[in-house]
T-cell receptor
């Protein structure tokens, strides 16, 4: 079974530029998550999708971050404009259902460096 | 509010020695508890999880964890560490509300294994 795919794996941009990350969850997984992991910290949830609807985006900085999952499968996370403090690894995860008992499977992440 | 504390930032053990990684959580209700491992360049992989029942849970790769409600702890253990166990370990507490399933991660413990 293929895992969660993310691209690109690495991205370097200058502040005020825009950037987009892509995630393809495990086939059949209805729920998709985006996490931000700053160096030295644990991952922090940014947004949760159930199929193509947003369940929780309370920690998403909506003035600069946006995410979509139009067809209920793959998803994109965008930052515009980027700030220095956005330097982090952005992790995508997915699981079958909507419950905490369903294991979340994580992708390898995209490491973003903002200069 | 829910939170997780991992008091040890970095632990070094000799190969073959036993291991215990500490995790303390704060959560008002019965917690859903998880341990994940992150190897360099890899996504997070679930080691084990606790929802209810037997307070000693077995996971993959020979790991186990014990839930102690009185101490608000969920420490991870392994009787004999292998060099391949060197990685970052994250404890997380799950909180579900209004359909959202949020994992709150600790800051992680980096494990170094010396020959």
């Amino acid at each position: 079974e293929a895992g969660v795919a993310q691209s690109p794996r690495y991205k370097i941009i200058e502040k005020r530029q825009s950037v987009a990350f892509w995630c393809n969850p495990i086939s059949g997984h209805a729920t998709l998550y985006w996490y931000q992991q700053i160096l030295g910290q644990g991952p922090k949830l940014l947004i949760q999708f159930q199929n193509n609807g947003v369940v929780d985006d309370s920690q998403l900085p909506k003035d600069r971050f946006s995410a979509e999952r139009l067809k209920g499968v793959d998803s994109t996370l965008k930052i515009q404009p980027a700030k220095l403090e956005d330097s982090a690894v952005y992790l995508c995860a997915s699981n079958w259902g909507a419950g905490l008992t369903d294991t979340q499977y994580f992708g390898p992440g995209t490491r973003l460096t903002v200069l | 509010a829910q939170s997780v504390t991992q008091p040890d930032i970095h632990i070094t053990v000799s190969e073959g020695a036993s291991l215990e990684l500490r995790c303390n959580y704060s959560y008002g209700a019965t917690p859903y508890l998880f341990w994940y491992v992150q190897s360099p360049g890899q996504g997070l992989q679930l080691l084990l999880k606790y929802f209810s029942g037997d307070t000693l849970v077995q996971g993959i790769k020979g790991f186990e964890a014990e839930f102690k409600r009185s101490q608000s702890s969920f420490n991870l253990r392994k009787p004999s560490v292998h060099w391949s166990d060197a990685a970052e370990y994250f404890c997380a507490v799950g909180a579900g509300f209004e359909g959202a399933n949020n994992l709150f991660f600790g800051t992680g413990t980096r494990l170094t294994v010396i020959p």
